[in-house]
Antibody
Framework: QVQLQESGPGLVKPSETLSLTCTVS????????WSWIRQPPGKGLEWIGYIYYSGSTNYNPSLKSRVTISVDTSKNQFSLKLSSVTAADTAVYYC???????????WGQGTLVTVSS | QTVVTQEPSLTVSPGGTVTLTCASSTGAVTSGYYPNWFQQKPGQAPRALIY???NKHSWTPARFSGSLLGGKAALTLSGVQPEDEAEYYCLLYYGGAQVFGGGTKLTVL
């Protein structure tokens, strides 16, 4: 059973960089796409971007200028960096596994990141 | 800016049948958009239900089914159970980019 676990600071100051890591267990990070998705409190889901295990990436155009997703296959982890954050970036951040970039099957439990001074 | 539209809310009686739809601002939804459906209950992560229009995951209850209906992706729940009360989201793929619908809050009453 594949499991994903997000980790990182729960509080980030405005204008700083949000950094999260997703650790994959119960399966290999190889041969899959790995996504970050967020959900502001009380609102819907927003796809942030994904990375293939080989390192190729694809980002939401609305966030592309601020997002970097990277992968460390030796640790079975992938990471998200979102720069120049504002209060609008406050959300629960989920990591998820994508198969063939056509379906999402497994999700992490999510982690709340609050942007506040 | 591509927009994916779902009904904001629907109500169904226990044991009844309900269909949720997912429309694209770019036109008719086809199988090439690989429609996915997810269920989210309060305080929980989303759970995958349907992929590529009508394929179920191994854990998806038989009462959930996906289809294309009138140019939209559709999720039908037959024999609705009280535990099906939740928010449902669709996801469409646009040649690399992915866009979630705004979600449908399903009430079982």
């Amino acid at each position: 059973q594949v499991q994903l676990q997000e980790s990182g600071p729960g509080l980030v100051k405005p204008s700083e960089t949000l950094s999260l890591t997703c650790t994959v267990s119960g399966g290999s990070i190889n041969d899959y796409y790995w996504s970050w998705i967020r959900q502001p409190p009380g609102k819907g889901l927003e796809w942030i971007g994904y990375i293939y295990y080989s390192g190729s990436t694809n980002y939401n155009p609305s966030l592309k200028s601020r997002v970097t997703i990277s992968v460390d296959t030796s640790k079975n982890q992938f990471s998200l960096k979102l720069s120049s954050v504002t209060a609008a970036d406050t959300a629960v951040y989920y990591c998820a596994r994508e198969v063939g970039a056509t379906r999402i099957d497994y999700w992490g439990q999510g982690t709340l990141v609050t942007v506040s001074s | 800016q591509t927009v994916v539209t779902q009904e904001p809310s629907l109500t169904v009686s226990p044991g009844g049948t309900v269909t949720l739809t997912c429309a694209s601002s770019t036109g008719a939804v086809t199988s090439g958009y690989y429609p996915n459906w997810f269920q989210q209950k309060p305080g929980q992560a989303p759970r995958a239900l349907i992929y590529s229009t009508n394929n179920k995951h191994s854990w998806t209850p038989a009462r959930f089914s996906g289809s294309l209906l009138g140019g939209k992706a559709a999720l039908t729940l037959s024999g609705v159970q009280p535990e099906d009360e939740a928010e449902y989201y669709c996801l469409l793929y646009y040649g690399g980019a992915q866009v979630f619908g705004g979600g449908t809050k399903l009430t079982v009453l």
